[in-house]
Structures are given as C-alpha cells and as structure tokens.
C-alpha cells in the first residue's frame, strides 16, 4: 500500500490510443467483458471516458453517457489486483463530479445482483435502487439480472 501511496495518481481522459490497456483490464475482470468495439464506439460517440493511472499504468477507468440532465455510468472498472484500495472509489468521484459539472442531476447505472464488491461501493456513495432489468447480463448459465441504480447529484466540490 505504501508504493501505492508514493506513487503517482492521475485521472485523466482516455482515447483511442487507451483502448488497449482498457480492454485489458476488462478482461482481467469480467467474465463476459466488453468489446473493442464498445470503447471505440463510446470514444466516437463523445462519450466521459476517464482514466486512473498509477506511475503511468493504467489500473482503472470509467464510461459515462451524458444525455440532457442525466448521466448513465456504462461501465466502472478497476484492475483486480488494484481493487479494495480506493481507486473504485476514486473513479466513482470523478464520474460523479464531471457528470454534475456537465448539467447531469442524476446518474444512473446498471450493476449485476452478484457484484457484491460494486454493490457496497454504490450503497456507499449514496446510491439507491430503482428497478431491475431481468436477464440483462450474460451468465454462465444463462442469463443475470441487473440492479437499477440512481444517484441524485448534489453540488460536488473539488
């Protein structure tokens, strides 16, 4: 934890040229990741793609759609040897905070009943349920229901 510590943090944005070492880390972390095809077409279509780096790797990042007065957090993901140390954390701040400084007054997301881990993240940061998308996700047997998630953003400093 102390290199951690000593190290160099970053959010930054993310583009094509980032493309890579996310879908690495995507793979690290999902059985069902998203594809090439889904960065590339969420960089295109002006999507928040943001990044955390830690002395210049990447172990982190996160997708946010922006539509009139909501945002829909599309994907939060943080390398599995990087998780329960903040950087989920981290991230979820920094979408909370670009989405509400875009015009946003409510973030949205969609989150697999079994991701506990996620779960408890959102549950911390105020997050609320909503609904629920039967057979949503991929499974390995079959199909996984997604938990509707809401945030209402508040003015957010710093």
């Known amino acids: ?16 040229g980032d493309v890579d070492e996310m879908l690495a880390v995507e793979k690290g972390v999902y059985a ?3 594809t090439r095809g ?9 999507y928040s793609v943001w990044g955390c780096r830690v002395a210049g790797d990447l172990v982190g990042y996160f997708v946010v759609m922006l539509a009139l007065d909501e945002a829909h957090l599309l994907n939060l993901s943080v390398t599995e040897k990087r998780q329960g140390m903040g950087f989920g954390a981290r991230l ?6 670009s989405a ?3 015009g946003a007054v409510v973030l949205l997301l969609e989150v697999r009943r079994s991701n506990t881990r996620a779960l408890a993240l ?18 390995a047997l079959g199909r996984e229901d ?8 508040e003015e957010v400093s710093g």
């Open 92 to 97: 979820l701040r920094h979408a909370m905070q």
């Open 122 to 139: 959102y549950e911390h940061f105020g997050f609320q349920q909503i609904g629920v998308r039967r057979d949503y996700y991929a499974a």
């Open 38 to 46: 889904n960065f590339v077409d969420s960089i295109v279509a002006g």
């Open 1 to 16: 934890m102390n290199a951690v510590l000593s190290a160099e943090v970053e959010i930054l944005p993310l583009g094509h």
């Open 32 to 34: 069902f990741p998203w």
């Open 100 to 102: 509400r400084r875009a």
């Open 146 to 153: 997604a938990l509707v998630l809401q945030h209402v953003l």
